[in-house]
């Protein structure tokens, strides 16, 4: 029904006078046009008005939506292991630190090595456990246990996680200190907390080491552990190792059952892996039978054999037929071992199969020979080490060649290796042997010089030594040199005081004592003050001892005292100052009372008043006296 013209402008009047219904109606109301721009700019105020009032419906729906939770965090334990940084994370400047600290290991600078890596994690560019674990296998390769393990204390505070690779690294490290207990305890935590599992490398370490250590039964037990908990294949290298172990202990029978139990597992055909018959062979030979012993030897190098012969495995039969009589045999395999080394395709020898070489010449008296196939090893890219130096040094002192055996130790920093405690210790005693007494001690002075750390026993060989040949002097520079580097124990002190006390020097010896007492890490035993008693009252000087003694105490009481005091001072010290600060702000606080009271016609007051507190405060000397004011 269409309008009439009055009756529109009477509804369009009706819609002006509600503008609340505007506003409510989900059709926007728009006038056609405003006659003046005023006009306009009111309508569009209005409008802005009434959606501040009354927002649009999808405002008010996506409010009314209710709030999704996210679940809290859990609490992080501070103790729980750290995960092992990816590899993705050795990047960018981590990656330039990592190449810096490599640059030094090959620069045989490792402490150099150890410290910028301590400094660095402290840095803007934190060293990866890939970085620190390539530090530890460097300063395990020289045997610088001590070394390894601080660093390892370090980078565990620093939170550095670690990963497998560290883990096997510090099992290594403790069995090679002879600390098979201790290795099985860290094993142990690395079962219960790393967030990884054991790998078969950690296996071989472990199982190695301890048959190195006698722990055989041990040894045993893990493997079992591998095979049956783990479900790792069968590895020939571990059975290897523990058939090498029952070969010590001459348990010919427990070669063969772990030989079989290996050929079992693998399927019960031929045992391809020829890392095994080597320790075959020696359980053979251990129980009298050479011709099967032969026929393994046979079987397992034989040009047509499936048996795969590696350096390692060829290393082992080796060492089985120099041992066991049959040293040309051995010639002839390692002529042929020779023949097929073509590196990098075909590694056939390395740094073990000239050692063993070196050891089946020295056997059989060729020790010329010997020193020939040691020297050769470089034709064939092998590095000797310093353990391949010690054996053939060993064997040459132990058959009065020391004259070799000490031009051999020349050549050692020319190729680079480092000589170590058992080097010189060696050296030393063959040197006493043959009744060259300062040679043996120019050797015992060059390895403290190097840095090395002798035992108490070739301490104690060297000066008894040097006593016997009457140079008492020169023993006692040793006792001076390594009493402070040494842990003694009363039968070294007893020594030298008794040879002090024979040729009179009793003052020397009340020195000793004196240097005794002040040591903190060595005691003066009962056992010890009687003994020194006995050697003074030879001369009627036993009160001296006495008196030593008793200054000794007066002086530490003393020294006690002093500490206190100072103590007490700096107390004093610190309450006077924080007094000083707090009457500072009172009298702050009073001025600025003045200053208001000037203003508001009362600055004498507030001033008298400030002063008398102050003054109470100062009289009673407390704190809260002061707070108040």
Do not use: W
């Amino acid at each position: 029904m269409a309008l009439s013209k009055p009756a529109f402008l009477a509804h369009l009047k009706n819609l002006t006078a509600k503008p609340h219904c505007l506003a409510s109606s989900t059709t926007a109301f728009r006038f056609l046009s405003f006659s003046t721009p005023e006009e306009a700019a009111a309508e569009r105020r209005r409008r802005k008005r009434a959606l501040r009032l009354e927002p649009p419906l999808a405002s008010l729906n996506r409010n009314q939506q209710p709030r999704q939770r996210l679940p809290p965090k859990p609490i992080q334990n501070p103790n729980a292991p750290k995960l092992p940084e990816p590899v993705s994370a050795l990047a960018e400047k981590r990656l330039d630190l990592h190449n810096k600290i490599l640059t030094l290991i090959r620069e045989n600078d490792l402490a150099e090595a150890a410290l910028y890596t301590r400094h660095s994690v402290y840095s803007n560019c934190r060293p990866t456990i890939y970085t620190v674990n390539a530090v530890l296998t460097a300063l395990l390769r020289q045997s610088k246990y001590s070394d390894l393990l601080s660093l390892h204390r370090f980078i565990t505070q620093a939170g550095i996680g670690p990963n497998v690779i560290t883990h096997n690294l510090i099992l290594q490290t403790y069995l090679e200190c002879k600390k098979p207990e201790t290795a099985l305890e860290n094993f142990k935590q690395m079962l219960n907390d790393a967030p990884f599992s054991p790998s078969p490398t950690t296996y071989r370490i472990l199982i190695k080491g301890l048959v190195d250590n006698g722990k055989v039964e041990k040894a045993l037990e893990l493997k079992e552990e591998m095979v049956e908990i783990k479900e790792f294949s069968p590895d020939p290298i571990i059975y290897h190792y523990l058939m090498g172990g029952c070969v010590q202990i001459g348990d010919a029978d427990g070669v063969f059952r772990l030989f079989e139990e290996l050929k079992g597992k693998l399927g019960g055909g031929v045992v391809e892996d020829g890392v095994v018959y080597g320790n075959l062979m020696k359980g053979y030979f251990m129980g009298g039978m050479e011709k099967e012993a032969m026929e393994c030897y046979e079987e397992a190098t034989r040009p047509d054999s499936r048996v795969k012969m590696s350096a390692v495995a060829y290393n082992s039969v080796l060492d089985a037929l120099c041992k066991n009589g049959k040293f040309d045999e051995g010639l002839k395999l390692f002529d042929r071992m020779l023949e097929e080394h073509n590196p990098p395709r075909r590694l056939a020898v390395n740094l073990g199969s000239f050692n063993v070489m070196a050891d089946g010449y020295c056997l059989h008296g060729r020790f010329g020979d010997a020193i020939d196939v040691f020297n050769k090893m470089g034709d064939y890219r092998c590095s000797p080490d310093t353990l391949s130096f010690n054996n053939l040094i060993d064997q040459l002192c132990g058959n009065g060649l020391l004259a070799e055996a000490e031009k051999l130790y020349g050549e050692m920093d020319g190729k680079g290796v480092k000589p170590d405690e058992y080097t010189f210790g060696v050296l030393i005693d063959t040197c006493f042997k043959e009744s060259r007494i300062d040679d043996g001690a120019a050797y015992f002075r060059k390895m403290v010089e190097l840095g090395l750390r002798p035992s108490l026993a070739v301490y104690n060989k060297v000066v008894d030594e040097l006593v016997k040949v009457g140079k008492i002097d020169e023993a006692k520079s040793f006792y001076d040199l390594m009493v402070k580097k040494l842990k003694f124990d009363d039968e070294s002190y007893k020594f030298m005081m008794r040879t002090m006390s024979g040729v009179g020097k009793l003052d020397e010896v009340l020195q000793m004592v004196d240097q005794i007492i002040d040591d903190e890490g060595a005691e003066f035993s009962e056992e010890l003050q009687e003994f020194v008693r006995e050697e003074l009252r030879k001369e009627g000087r036993e009160e001296d001892l006495t008196k030593l003694i008793d200054d000794k105490e007066r002086l530490k009481a003393e020294a006690k005292a002093k500490e206190a005091e100072a103590a007490e001072a700096a107390k004093r010290s610190a309450r006077a100052a924080v007094a000083s600060m707090l009457q500072n702000k009172v009298s702050e606080e009073a001025k600025g009372g003045a200053n208001e009271g000037d203003q508001t016609g009362g600055g004498d007051e507030g001033v008298e008043a400030a002063t008398e507190d102050v003054a109470g405060a100062d009289n009673e000397g407390t704190t809260e006296r002061q707070v108040t004011a």
